[in-house]
């Protein structure tokens, strides 16, 4: 089977975010389990700053989009057994930052046509083609329109992956005229709620659309996860996947982790996250004891739970938690940080950044990691928690749901709730914080966290199955 991987981004050669991240690991698990995966990214100014000596010019080629006929370059490197291409278009890759340019419509676009221009000039013939998120959505629209009709093409199956559906790429029906060409007969498929929607263009034309958790796959058909969307899912329900994302266990491992004081295994965990504690405590400036940490690294936005956290955080230091915190965001929750900090030195550590090192010591050191999104597509953060023993306290939606699993029945791996209010959190913080004091009930609680499997290896098994049933559809 071989497979082509279409990003905007994959680590560890340009990231945002979530997408970067599997990106950068999903086709490693896949070519590890027997596929044969080739990846396509951007060639932005910072990776051609970075990773140029490595890249080795293959063709270049014309792009014609709408008026425009842009010139693409064709790079290639190969790593862990993947094949990777980048496509050079300086005049829309050479700038600062990955997104958030007045021009995304076009830039993406581009790079959605130039993906299929590289096949027809290139000898690599995949079976699939694998798209993720808006910015490479309109390939499976552009293969339709202008490829289909090539043999190269014909038997060519795709597979779109929505990572939030927050994002959809809507622009002014205006930019199909202007930049995408997309002829009369197909416009229908684009448009949506009197908008150029390019997620809504792959949810018509791919032939299998997943989501990132099986949860979030049943969410999205809900107005109140869908952005939208949910009418149109709802008529595409029978091509809807949801596979959860894993984590990379060799990059995440507290047996091997060198951005860690100490190590330890699922089987002998005490000493070494006892080491942790005491190092995360020391940077944080906490007080010596045996109160149980708390801890949050995320982005300090509404949508990850945080009005729920301001709701609880006071009654819970009062209850005896010590709470560290990492992140940037909203100035209300920054603000509310910073003042708990000054509030309750000794007990309130917070750092406004994103420092990747500390996240790891603050993984490995704290004992319980709270996450009450509103709304997780995926999550990966509770997934690392789980992977350095630090008890997950999570809201039952999206890929929390489907990775965290109740302890209340003593085969669990953290603590839920299920509605997004309050007390709820509360309430799930207190059984977290009683069942800490009970030791040994804890250390088998640590220890299923530890054990349980969120893999890629996991994740790549059911994206397999998947691609196997896409290439048994017949195109029409």
């Known amino acids: ?33 027997g596929v044969e995966v080739h990846v396509v990214l951007p060639l932005y100014g910072q990776t051609k700053e970075k990773y140029g000596e490595q890249l080795e010019y293959l063709t ?38 990955l997104y958030g340019h007045f021009d995304d419509g076009e830039r993406f676009a581009f790079f959605s046509k130039a993906i299929l221009e590289m096949l027809v000039n290139i000898d690599f013939y995949p079976d699939i083609i694998h798209t993720n998120d808006w910015q490479t959505a309109l390939v499976n629209l552009y293969i339709n329109v202008y490829y289909r009709q090539m043999p190269k093409f014909y038997n060519i199956k795709t597979v ?69 969307l949910d009418p149109l899912l709802r008529e595409r329900q029978h091509k809807l996947w ?63 739970g945080f009005d729920l956290v301001k709701n609880v955080a006071e009654g819970l230091i009062n209850e005896g938690y010590q709470l560290v915190v990492l992140g940037t965001g909203e100035a209300q929750y920054e603000d509310f940080f910073s003042y708990l900090a000054y509030k309750y030195p000794g007990k309130v550590g917070v750092k406004l950044a994103f420092i990747p090192a500390l996240a790891r010591k603050i993984y490995a050191g704290s004992d319980i990691f709270i996450m009450p999104s509103k709304s997780e597509p995926c999550g990966l953060s509770q997934m690392i928690a789980l992977r350095y023993g630090t008890v997950p306290i999570v809201r039952e939606t999206g890929g929390l749901k489907d990775s965290v699993h109740d302890s209340q029945d003593g085969e669990g791996n953290g603590f839920t709730f299920a509605n997004y209010n309050s007390s709820e959190l509360y309430d799930c913080c ?7 004091q009970d030791k040994e009930g804890w250390a088998m609680l640590v220890k299923r966290a530890m054990e349980s499997d969120c893999s890629w290896a996991v994740s790549a098994k059911e994206y397999i199955r998947m691609y196997e049933n896409t290439m048994s559809l017949w195109h029409i």
């Open 160 to 228: 779109f992956t929505i990572h939030n559906i927050a994002y959809q790429g809507q622009y002014g029906r205006e930019i199909n005229d202007s930049i995408l060409g997309i002829p009369g007969n197909y416009v229908h498929q684009l448009e949506y709620e009197n908008c150029a929607n390019f997620m809504k263009a792959a949810i018509e034309t791919a032939d299998k659309v997943t989501t990132v958790s099986p949860t979030y796959a049943k969410e999205i058909l809900d107005p109140w996860f869908s952005h939208g």
């Open 242 to 304: 949801g596979i959860l994302n894993g984590i990379d266990y060799v990059g995440y491992n507290p047996e091997t982790d060198k951005g860690i004081v100490a190590n330890f295994t699922s089987e002998d965990f005490a000493a070494g996250k006892a080491a942790c504690k005491a190092e995360l405590r020391d940077i944080f400036g906490l007080d010596e004891g045996d109160a149980p940490i708390a801890a949050v690294v995320s982005r300090l936005v509404e949508h990850k």
């Open 430 to 436: 207190m059984r977290a914080y009683n069942g800490y």
């Open 1 to 33: 089977m071989k497979v082509l991987f279409c990003a905007s981004e994959a680590v560890p050669y340009a990231a945002s975010g979530g997408l970067g991240d599997v990106a950068g690991s999903l086709p490693k698990a896949l070519y590890d389990e």
């Open 60 to 97: 270049n080629f014309n792009v014609t989009l709408g008026w425009r006929t842009q010139y693409c370059g064709v790079f290639k490197l190969e790593k862990d057994g993947v094949v990777y291409y980048f496509l050079d278009n300086e005049y829309y890759f050479k700038r600062n930052g």
